[in-house]
């Protein structure tokens, strides 16, 4: 009977350590499966063909950097839409994070277009040669256009519950690069915010940004960053917080002002040198500094770069 007994125990175990492996390898090869899923919805997605939408577009009379340019835009455009379209499609099989993947290498792809056009138009070192004015007009609205459609494309996303726009979580897209330039000493890279964001996430402060410019000083010499200011495209919904400062503005109940201003960190304190107030500070807080009024119409990215780099200029000229 002993026997009988061990010999019974020993076949359950046995049965079950079978019926485990055979779970673990089901599991293992779904795993893999799903990996492999993603990864190949991710090359779907990056391998999307242009869904002809601008095919039938006549190109206009360009020069031949335009043209050139010109077809770049179309290829992005219609790009952006396909990725679009798949994305919204295969929503039911795949997982944000593999959204968040696919929506971030396009955005990516895009920055040397952004970049090219800033250095076409804006940048001012190194242009032996610089374009006409109408030409800068162009490209500038080449930009605009390819701005406005991502930012399209990620409200969309965001609508579809695709992804998240809140900056404060920490797999969203909240913003995106939209081109650098060189003017003088200074290297300005620009981002958009898809929607106005509280200017800070932890304090209600009445400002939302729209644009953010990372301002480096570079070394002459060297070409080295030498420190960073931060600027701001800002919303205002309460204009009683500088109304004293523009006495040309007359009516008391004006609400929503746009505004550039500067980034003044407050912390941890910018001049301590001791690190553990960098370290225990979770999200640091800055006041804002308004350096130029826009009044209560949002500018395009073009027009609010266009009035960051006189401002710069004039700052650098005082």
């Given at each position: ?19 485990n ?28 063909p ?10 206009p ?17 219609s ?140 070394n ?41 201003g ?38 395009s ?18």
């Amino acid at each position: 009977m002993k026997v009988s007994i061990s010999k019974t125990v020993y076949m359950c175990v046995n049965e079950r350590q079978r019926c485990n492996s055979e779970d673990t390898r089901r599991t293992v090869s779904e795993g893999v499966s799903e990996v492999e899923r993603q990864r190949s919805f991710l090359a779907d997605v990056a391998m999307a063909p242009s869904c002809g939408k601008y095919g039938c577009c006549s190109c206009p009379d360009l020069s031949q950097v335009e043209k050139s340019i010109w077809l770049q835009l179309q290829f992005f455009l219609s790009k952006a839409d396909c990725i679009l379209d798949c994305l919204i499609q295969g929503q039911k099989c795949v997982s944000r994070d593999t959204v968040v993947t696919a929506v971030q290498s396009f955005l990516y792809t895009c920055q040397p277009f952004f970049n090219h056009l800033e250095h076409l138009t804006r940048s001012t070192v190194s242009q032996s040669n610089p374009l006409p004015a109408e030409s800068c007009t162009r490209l500038l609205d080449f930009s605009q256009q390819l701005c406005d459609k991502l930012e399209q494309m990620l409200l969309r996303c965001s609508s579809y519950s695709l992804l998240s726009l809140d900056e404060k979580e920490p797999q969203s897209v909240s913003q995106f690069c939209i081109g650098q330039s060189q003017l003088g000493h200074l290297r300005l890279t620009a981002f958009r915010y898809c929607v106005p964001t509280p200017y800070l996430s932890q304090v209600n402060t009445g400002l939302y940004k729209r644009m953010r410019w990372n301002v480096e000083k570079l070394n002459k010499d060297e070409e080295r960053e030498e420190e960073t200011d931060y600027y701001f495209l800002c919303y205002e919904d309460d204009f009683t917080a500088h109304k004293e400062a523009d006495d040309s503005h007359g009516n008391d109940d004006l609400k929503g002002i746009w505004s550039i201003g500067r980034w003044v960190q407050v912390d941890p304190d910018p001049n301590s040198d001791d690190i553990y107030d960098w370290i225990l500070c979770e999200v640091p807080l800055a006041d804002y500094h308004r350096l130029l009024f826009l009044g209560e119409d949002e500018p395009s990215s073009c027009k609010a770069t266009d009035s960051l780099m006189k401002l710069l200029l004039t700052l650098e000229t005082d």
